[in-house]
């Protein structure tokens, strides 16, 4: 963790540049990236001091520990987002608290999104999950199968697809890591080319702490970003 509050602040700082030049270099600016900061195991103290410093945007991977900071948060300023891997039974919980689901990869978890969401008069924004990588181990629907998802959500009332997420398997340089996140991209603009109804293509949520820089340049509109910010921490 961020040994101090100066820590954080040169992270966040140093963080804002690389996407900033990762942007440039591919004919961005800074504005067409959203920064979200990954904030699993972070204190809410730490996590308001980084939404002072400019963050905007945060995602939690845990109903449970979302539901335990929730009040402490500084949602005046930020947008909370949930990204981690979502059971059904725990829809309800988090519908109406959180800005944007980004881990969306079943009909059935839509279905129940906008049951949840009809019955607080309400229109939830997700992503749906893509296992780019096609692993086992790995949630998110498989590229082929996208297809038949997207048809069968873009019917369901209450929810709004907004784009896609992937999370690509770990590799051993930036040119391993690339395919996945171009394939991601081609699979995205191939979907926003065909202006599918109820159906928006305005997110290409895709790459982390140690990656972000690609992805970027690979065309993600949104990183997710933890260590490089809050620094190593100890997942229980």
């Given at each position: 963790?961020?040994?101090?509050?100066n820590?954080l602040?040169?992270?966040?700082?140093?963080?804002?540049e690389?996407?900033?030049?990762?942007?440039?270099?591919?004919?961005?600016?800074?504005?067409?990236?959203?920064?979200?900061?990954?904030?699993?195991?972070?204190?809410?103290?730490?996590?308001n001091?980084?939404?002072?410093?400019?963050?905007?945007?945060?995602?939690?991977?845990?109903?449970?520990?979302?539901?335990?900071?929730y009040?402490?948060?500084?949602?005046d300023?930020?947008?909370?987002?949930f990204?981690?891997?979502l059971?059904?039974n725990?829809?309800?919980?988090?519908?109406?608290k959180?800005?944007?689901?980004?881990?969306?990869?079943?009909?059935?978890?839509?279905?129940?999104?906008?049951r949840c969401?009809?019955?607080?008069?309400?229109?939830?924004d997700?992503?749906?999950?893509?296992?780019?990588?096609?692993?086992?181990n790995k949630?998110?629907?498989m590229?082929?199968?996208?297809p038949?998802?997207?048809?069968e959500?873009?019917?369901?009332?209450?929810?709004?697809?907004?784009?896609?997420?992937?999370?690509?398997?770990?590799?051993?340089?930036?040119q391993?890591?690339?395919?996945?996140?171009?394939?991601?991209?081609?699979?995205?603009?191939?979907?926003?080319?065909?202006?599918?109804?109820?159906?928006?293509?305005?997110?290409?949520?895709?790459?982390?702490?140690?990656?972000?820089?690609?992805a970027?340049?690979?065309?993600?509109?949104m990183?997710?970003?933890?260590?490089?910010?809050?620094?190593?921490?100890?997942?229980?």
């Amino acid at each position: 963790m961020a040994s101090s509050f100066n820590d954080l602040e040169y992270n966040y700082q140093h963080i804002c540049e690389r996407i900033a030049r990762a942007a440039e270099s591919v004919g961005k600016t800074a504005d067409d990236i959203t920064f979200l900061a990954a904030t699993k195991t972070v204190d809410p103290v730490i996590i308001n001091r980084a939404i002072g410093l400019g963050l905007r945007y945060i995602g939690e991977n845990r109903v449970q520990e979302l539901l335990s900071k929730y009040d402490q948060y500084d949602l005046d300023h930020a947008s909370l987002q949930f990204i981690g891997h979502l059971q059904t039974n725990k829809v309800r919980q988090i519908v109406g608290k959180v800005d944007l689901i980004q881990s969306v990869d079943s009909v059935k978890l839509a279905k129940e999104i906008s049951r949840c969401s009809e019955k607080q008069g309400i229109s939830t924004d997700i992503l749906l999950e893509v296992n780019i990588g096609r692993e086992e181990n790995k949630s998110g629907v498989m590229p082929e199968l996208l297809p038949e998802l997207l048809d069968e959500i873009r019917e369901i009332p209450a929810i709004r697809v907004r784009g896609l997420m992937a999370i690509p398997p770990i590799c051993e340089n930036a040119q391993e890591i690339c395919k996945f996140f171009d394939n991601m991209r081609h699979i995205f603009l191939d979907i926003k080319g065909k202006k599918i109804d109820n159906i928006s293509m305005d997110v290409l949520s895709m790459g982390m702490s140690d990656d972000y820089e690609e992805a970027i340049k690979c065309g993600a509109t949104m990183v997710r970003v933890g260590s490089a910010l809050f620094g190593k921490r100890n997942y229980l």
